[in-house]
């Protein structure tokens, strides 16, 4: 019953920067936790960081420092603010969410499609 749309991969030099959205939708649902994943080839997906409903934030130690996860609760938008990008950030980037939904609050864990990210000179 929830979707979720990632948008703004591509590709960016060591360094630079880029920003990732995630836009969730449907209706009748309440998000609770939602998150970046990333998987490079040949290698498991990786939570990157996620952020709760309250505020609270996680990174993984990879990222820390880098990288920036905030959200828009209005618009139910999760955004990664990805800075100082290093060749080994290079990965399909995916969001993730987690909540309840209808009339009976059921759970839900939703994941989008995937958005590249290729950091490469």
């Known amino acids: 019953q929830v979707q979720l749309v990632e948008s703004g991969g591509g590709l960016v030099q060591p360094g630079g920067s880029l920003r990732l959205s995630c836009a969730a939708s449907?209706?009748?649902?309440?998000?609770?936790?939602m998150a970046w994943y990333r998987q490079a080839p040949g290698k498991q997906r990786e939570l990157v960081a996620d952020?709760?409903?309250?505020?609270?934030?996680y990174y993984a130690d990879s990222v820390t420092g880098r990288f920036t996860i905030s959200r828009d609760s209005a618009k139910n938008t999760v955004y990664l603010q990805m800075n100082s990008l290093k060749p080994e950030d290079t990965a399909v980037y995916y969001c993730?969410?987690?909540?309840?939904?209808?009339?009976?609050?059921?759970?839900?864990?939703?994941w989008g499609q995937g958005t590249e990210v290729t950091v490469s000179s």
């Open positions: 449907g209706s009748g649902f309440k998000v609770n936790t």
């Open positions: 952020i709760t409903s309250g505020g609270s934030t």
């Open positions: 993730n969410a987690e909540g309840t939904y209808g009339s009976r609050w059921s759970g839900f864990r939703s």
